[in-house]
């Protein structure tokens, strides 16, 4: 990992409009991110995790302007993408790319792999001829560990884990700098996640890819990043190594998700951390900390203003350890 930054996230925001009555007016809005930064730097592994619904695949979509922010700024290789026009944004879109979640749905099943991988090929001109484009199909089938014979193969013929390994190698045929795994492992059986996580590590360390990896699964996180950022109802509530972030949490709702992973150590049984009723809608969330309504340690301050994010010492000086908790 350099310390170069890739990519900064700077007061990011989403929200998307709720339109009602005769004339479709504005009624509301859901605040699916709010007010999000961070900095990735080259070679790095950012972890992002939280409940369903907290906003995660957004704000990767966002990043990669998949969907357009409402707010904020992304720099990404020196370049405001926020502020870039759609047709500069297209020639720097091959240095960003994207893993689905849905190895089944983002497939075209009338495509042949070798037509999938061709796409991203011809849209930015990456090979001057059939010949070369045919060798850089079949070293990327290669690298994720898929047969020559593959190209004439429907996504139908092959199983989940496979079709991911298609996904990746689309991914892959543009030569990115930055990919956004948004959930890449969490529809595969777990016999196959943990190849698939090992396959993204090799490539990593292989062709120095930075990731942005967006998961549910604590564990999956732990082992494949650098840092950990905590999603909580559109906001990042804590970030840190992921070594420190797994042994010494700060935030009250990063505790309970931790303790909710299953340990088999016997002799490290960690007090299972129950929290009472459900996430609150991000069409009106809570005023002051909106984790107040559920957090074990909740007081009045917690009620009227909403904690910033806070550096909270830590071990590893570089990387730094912030949580955003009045009593943290």
Do not use: W
């Not at 496979?162 to 045929?173: G, T, V």
């Not at 016997?266 to 996430?279: C, Q, S």
């Not at 005023?287 to 909270?312: D, T």
């Not at 071990?315 to 912030?322: C, I, L």
């Amino acid at each position: 990992m350099s310390e170069e930054i890739l990519l900064s996230v700077k007061n990011l925001e989403k929200k998307f409009p709720i339109k009602g009555g005769l004339f479709s007016r504005e009624v509301g809005a859901v605040q699916a991110v709010s007010s999000v930064s961070f900095d990735i730097k080259k070679g790095e592994t950012l972890g992002l995790v939280g409940e369903s619904g907290c906003g995660k695949s957004t704000l990767g979509r966002s990043i990669l302007r998949l969907i357009e922010p409402t707010a904020g700024e992304i720099i990404f290789k020196g370049h405001s993408l926020t502020q870039m026009r759609k047709q500069d944004l297209r020639k720097l879109r091959r240095h960003m790319q994207i893993i689905f979640q849905d190895p089944y749905a983002s497939l075209n099943p009338r495509m042949t792999v070798e037509e999938i991988l061709s796409e991203p090929l011809d849209v930015h001109k990456v090979c001057n001829s059939k010949d070369e484009k045919l060798k850089k199909i079949y070293n990327l089938l290669d690298l994720c560990g898929l047969r020559k014979e593959s190209v004439s193969k429907f996504p139908h013929e092959f199983s989940g884990g496979q079709r991911q390994r298609i996904c990746i190698a689309r991914a892959l045929a543009v030569s990115p700098d930055f990919i956004v795994c948004d959930e890449p492992v969490s529809a595969l059986d777990v016999s196959i996640q943990a190849q698939i996580v090992n396959l993204l590590q090799d490539l990593q360390k292989e062709l120095r890819l930075t990731y942005l990896f967006i998961a549910h699964d604590l564990k999956v996180v732990e082992h494949i990043s650098d840092r950990v950022a905590v999603m909580y109802l559109g906001k990042i509530v804590e970030m840190a190594s992921a070594q420190e972030l797994y042994h010494s949490p700060k935030h009250p709702y990063t505790q309970a998700l931790l303790s909710a992973v299953p340990n088999l150590d016997p002799e490290h049984k960690a007090t299972r951390i129950v929290l009472k009723g459900d996430p609150p809608s991000p069409l009106s969330p809570p005023k002051g900390c909106h984790f107040n309504p559920r957090c074990p340690i909740a007081k009045a301050n917690c009620l009227e203003s909403y904690p910033v994010l806070r550096n909270m010492g830590s071990h590893d000086s570089k990387v730094g350890h912030q949580a955003s908790c009045h009593y943290a």
